[in-house]
């Protein structure tokens, strides 16, 4: 992983920017308020923050999922690939390679296991036996869902759906995976399997990971790169390694108390990095 | 005592005496079952699709009707007629996709079931307005479809007519629901369909165009309603009036379950069937007439007993 050296600010190959962008939702409620990022091209970046910050709503902006809730992203612009990407519909963003697997899943119940997966094939023109030949690759990487294909998917467990919305993404054939919450539910255990899942696919399959996380934990051990975002801004961001030495991060998020803060008065308020206004 | 022997003796009684009637009872049943099941089916295709509840899918079954027949006395041939009707359903169901459903995407659902009762309304209008109001008579015999009748003689009992037309009726739907469950089994599209239906946000997330599958639903309800509007007009008239048989379709569906095609099926015959026998043999008891409420009645009972139908899809939800 040499792009992740890099400062994101400087790489020339990121596979995602998104500039300063807003969200508004029902025209009245601001939720992102300036929010930018780059996601570097075969890296793994982690956006992290508390319930409510704002992960979930940049991963909806970015694959433009807002809409369906009367969201939308009203100042700011979203660069996939060198091309504006916020007007374009999610189908149109999937056929380019920009998928999402959302929070909590959302497998199709009622539609068997490897019905799911091949559901993920929908934009694809490549034929029949490309898409075979791709069930057999998502198998091979959750040898656990080729023993339950026939079940319906609302009947597996909570880690094999996770496993099936990240296989039925992987159908279509992606350049890039918007991941939210994958360990949201699962056991310790099984985080750890997907989060070992994720790093194999993006090292062998080359597919950049953009992954909204609340366990920081976990998450900074397998990403490059980290944002932490705190009531719709980016507060913090820089090489995993460094943030999770850094002592904020240590008392806010990894739950490792800071020397002398033992008052809730100490703790001190992020200022909002205007990075974009330099 | 003679009350109760009236209610739970008598009408069996009449049946066992008269078995030729009893099937003739049961054969006319059928057949309207099998239009109520029709009608329920493309209620059905859509509330899956969309999870709208499609108040017009009654007059849907009207206008294509219309369409029809209007066209061929405008001069048309019989099967020009019915590809340029197709035509206008495949058109109608874009229009509605992209004026009705597209603007109206994740608002509430009486939103969407109010917008679907405007919709009637304005078929309704559109309807009278292009072909006039006045019944007309089915082109059953241009169509290609049968008209006569066959008398089964049942040994010394007495005989049984079979309308051809009804055979015609049950064969195509028979068609048509197996083309439909091969559709939604084994095509891409049809898969993409049952996705929509178990999870919008999800569908749209793997690059499922929500816009396209529901065009394509309103389409395939348009058809199931073009097909029960020839089949239904050919046993009457086509005429506004069949709007109101329509409803029928309501408990049908609480019946059979909002979701599920062969509950439809199912649902449809049984209220069919249901009430033809419950009129002829109950319905000297109150006086007759009871065919037009008893649906009703047995869709009450249902409500209270098995909420979600016969075969409704009970939610999958891990605990």
């Known amino acids: ?278 | 005592m003679d009350f109760l022997h009236d209610i739970l003796l008598r009408p069996f009684m009449d049946m066992a005496g008269q078995p030729d009637f009893f099937i003739q009872v049961i054969w006319e049943g059928f057949v309207a079952g099998i239009l109520y099941a029709l009608i329920a089916l493309g209620f059905v295709l859509i509330y899956k699709a969309s999870g709208v509840f499609n108040f017009a899918q009654g007059i849907m079954v009207v206008f294509a009707g219309l369409t029809l027949v209007g066209l061929h006395e405008k001069g048309v041939p019989a099967w020009l007629a019915l590809i340029l009707t197709i035509g206008v359903m495949a058109l109608l169901a874009v229009c509605i996709e992209r004026f009705v459903m597209r603007k109206l995407v994740a608002q509430p659902d009486i939103i969407l079931l109010m917008s679907t009762i405007g919709m009637t309304y304005f078929l309704v209008g559109l309807g009278e307005f292009v072909f006039g109001g006045e019944p007309k008579q089915m082109i059953t015999s241009q169509l290609g479809l049968p008209t006569g009748s066959t008398a089964v003689e049942m040994g010394e009992r007495g005989l049984i007519i079979f309308q051809h037309i009804d055979i015609a009726a049950a064969v195509i739907a028979i068609i048509m629901v197996a083309a439909l469950a091969v559709f939604f089994n084994r095509t891409r599209i049809g898969r993409a369909l049952r996705a929509v239906a178990d999870d919008h946000q999800a569908a749209l997330s793997v690059g499922i165009s929500l816009n396209q599958i529901w065009a394509i639903v309103w389409f395939a309800a348009g058809i199931v309603a073009l097909t029960t509007g020839i089949m239904w007009g050919a046993r009457s008239d086509v005429s506004f009036a069949l709007e109101i048989v329509a409803l029928k379709a309501l408990p049908v569906l609480i019946l059979g379950g909002f979701t599920s095609i062969p509950g439809a099926i199912v649902g449809g015959l049984i209220i069919g069937i249901g009430e033809k026998i419950g009129e002829i043999y109950w319905g000297p008891l109150v006086g007759g007439g009871i065919e037009s409420w008893l649906a009703y009645m047995i869709a009450l009972i249902f409500l209270l007993f098995r909420p979600q139908g016969l075969f409704g899809e009970r939610i999958i939800e891990r605990i």
């Open chain 1, 1 to 278: 992983m040499t792009a992740v050296a890099q400062t994101p600010e400087t790489a020339t190959d990121a596979i995602l920017q998104v500039n300063n962008i807003e969200v508004i939702y029902d025209h009245v409620i601001l939720v992102l308020k300036g929010v930018s990022l780059v996601v570097p091209k075969g890296g793994i970046t982690a956006l992290l923050g508390a319930n409510g910050a704002g992960k979930t709503t940049t991963l909806k902006a970015i694959s433009n999922l807002l809409q369906a809730e009367r969201g939308e992203v009203t100042k700011g612009n979203i660069v996939f690939e060198g091309s504006e990407v916020q007007s374009l519909s999610p189908n149109e963003l999937v056929r380019r390679g920009c998928i999402q697997v959302m929070e909590g899943r959302h497998c199709f119940g009622h539609l068997t296991v490897e019905e799911n997966l091949l559901t993920g094939a929908f934009t694809r023109r490549d034929g029949g036996a490309a898409i075979r030949a791709d069930l057999e690759m998502v198998y091979e990487y959750f040898p656990r869902l080729r023993l339950r294909r026939q079940s319906q998917a609302g009947y597996t467990s909570g880690g094999e759906q996770q496993m099936t919305a990240i296989g039925r993404a992987l159908m279509s054939r992606p350049k890039m995976i918007l991941l939210d919450e994958p360990s949201m539910g699962l056991a310790p255990q099984l985080v750890e399997e997907i989060f070992e899942i994720v790093r194999k696919l993006n090292v062998e399959q080359g597919v950049s990971f953009l992954l909204a996380e609340q366990n920081t934990n976990i998450a900074l051990r397998y990403a490059n790169h980290g944002y932490i975002l705190e009531s719709g801004r980016i507060v913090l961001d820089g090489a995993a390694a460094a943030l999770r030495e850094n002592e904020d991060v240590k008392e806010f998020y990894l739950g490792v108390g800071g020397e002398g803060r033992k008052s809730f008065r100490d703790v001190k308020h992020y200022k909002r990095r205007k990075r974009w206004l330099a």
